[in-house]
């Protein structure tokens, strides 16, 4: 079992930026792919970003060209830099396993995007 921690959320105005990272435990880090999700308030879990192995990414429609994953194996941390953020961004992100491995989700750490 890998352990997530994810961390950097917090109120930003519209049009901000914020970066996100998801610190990993284990040492298995660098094998998996990755990604990011979000849950809205009466909303089911979405996928936002993920990123191979390898280093391949790929966005959800509603985030491309705003945000950028990526990761750090010797670190092993995985980041989500956000910019142009909009009300409709405000959720609480996880990061877990792409494609999902059964490993527990973390915390999450809350985004809320509002003047």
């Known amino acids: 079992q890998v352990q997530f921690v994810e961390s950097g959320g917090g109120l930003v105005q519209p049009g901000g930026s914020l970066r996100l990272s998801c610190a990993a435990s284990g040492s298995m880090f660098s094998i998996y792919g990755m990604g990011w999700y979000r849950q809205a308030p009466g909303k089911q879990r979405e996928l936002v970003a993920t990123?191979?192995?390898?280093?391949?990414?790929n966005y959800a429609e509603s985030v491309k060209g705003r945000f950028t994953i990526s990761r750090n194996n010797v670190k092993n941390t995985l980041y989500l830099q956000m910019n142009s953020l909009k009300p409709e961004d405000t959720a609480v992100y996880y990061c877990?396993?792409?494609?999902?491995?059964?490993?527990?989700w973390g915390q999450g750490t809350q985004v809320t995007v509002s003047s």
């Open positions: 877990n396993t792409h494609p999902r491995l059964g490993m527990t």
């Open positions: 990123i191979t192995n390898g280093g391949s990414t």
